[in-house]
């Protein structure tokens, strides 16, 4: 089993940079897909960026793409996601998740293990 905790969120201004940080313990994240998820008030939960075990392969949100990078640093067992040029509706608790799967998923219910979430506010 593998424990999450997510660090980096706060406030920023639109135009603004924030890193997230996804730090792993009880087993090596290599052996998961990582996936970062929002979720704003009174929204569901969405799917932001994904990379699988080898970094190999990596997706995003067509609505952070271009701006969000979402990298692995084995060595620290973390998983990061560069935030840059943020936008108001960035504003979100974002959270970090683990699948053990082998493809970068978008949907939720196929990650196993979850982070407490990091908030993210920006203003406009």
């Known amino acids: 089993q593998v424990q999450l905790v997510e660090s980096g969120g706060g406030l920023a201004q639109a135009g603004d940079s924030l890193r997230l940080s996804c730090a792993a313990s009880?087993?090596?994240?290599?052996?998961?897909?990582v996936g970062w998820f929002r979720q704003a008030p009174g929204k569901e939960r969405e799917f932001v960026a994904a990379?699988?075990?080898?970094?190999?392969?990596?997706s995003y949100a067509d609505s952070v793409k271009s701006r969000f990078t979402i990298t692995r640093d084995n060595a620290k067992n973390t998983v990061h996601l560069q935030m840059n040029n943020l936008k108001a509706e960035d504003t979100a608790n974002y959270y970090c998740?683990?699948?053990?799967?082998?493809?970068?998923?978008?949907?939720?219910?196929?990650?196993?293990?979850w982070g407490q979430g990091t908030q993210v506010t920006v203003s406009s």
């Open positions: 998740a683990a699948a053990s799967i082998s493809y970068d998923s978008r949907w939720f219910n196929e990650y196993d293990y």
């Open positions: 009880g087993r090596t994240l290599t052996s998961y897909t």
């Open positions: 990379i699988i075990r080898n970094g190999g392969s990596i």
